[in-house]
């Protein structure tokens, strides 16, 4: 190894982390915009999101040969991750697993975070009185998190802070729980008002 050989892996470095910085940075928009879309029930708008994402993710790919740097777009991966299941699930075709490769931590996160989009979209639904809806994503929530849990036991260098995540995951699912009991005791009050 010589200096001069350092000196153009840094420039090759330099030059590869600033497009991939600004590539990370529109996949967050777009999964922020695919979110904010599905809870708006603009479907349409975050399936075409979802896709100039998935253009995107395949451009951060291309940086793998950049060890050194690929690891700081891993949370724009999740952010990803988590708005591509959210829709997913909306649309009624959620499954825990991705039609496209992604690192596994980022999967994981993904996954962790998408508990909190499902708890706005359960209340979401209770606030129109839909809590059958309510109640089938209080279970998804659960299903993720018993399904993510073995995962805990690993070091957290490897599953990006999933234990802290779970412990959020595990408190808006209890938040949710109280929160369609009352629901449903003010719907059965109401009804009977009406009665």
Excluded: W
């Excluded at 777009?30 to 998935?54: D, F, M, P, Q």
């Excluded at 994503?137 to 999933?162: G, H």
Aim: net charge negative.
């Amino acid at each position: 190894m010589r200096l001069d050989e350092c000196r153009k892996r840094f420039e090759e470095l330099e030059k590869a982390r600033e497009r991939l910085l600004k590539i990370s940075r529109d996949l967050r928009i777009l999964s922020s915009k695919a979110v904010v879309a599905t809870h708006s029930k603009n479907v349409e708008i975050a399936e075409e999101n979802i896709s100039r994402g998935r253009e995107i993710l395949e451009e951060i790919r291309e940086f793998q040969s950049f060890p050194e740097i690929y690891y700081s777009a891993l949370d724009a991966i999740q952010e990803f991750v988590e708005a591509f299941l959210f829709l997913k699930f909306v649309k009624g075709e959620f499954e825990i697993s991705l039609e496209f490769d992604v690192p596994h931590s980022a999967f994981l996160a993904g996954l962790a975070d998408l508990v909190g989009e499902l708890r706005r979209f359960a209340l979401s639904r209770m606030i129109e009185n839909d809590l059958e809806k309510a109640e089938r994503t209080l279970d998804a929530m659960e299903k993720i998190y018993s399904e993510l849990l073995p995962f805990s036991s690993f070091p957290e260098k490897l599953v990006l802070n999933l234990r802290a995540k779970l412990d959020v995951a595990r408190a808006s699912i209890e938040r949710t729980k109280s929160d369609l009991i009352s629901a449903r005791l003010y719907a059965s009050l109401d009804r009977n008002r009406r009665h």
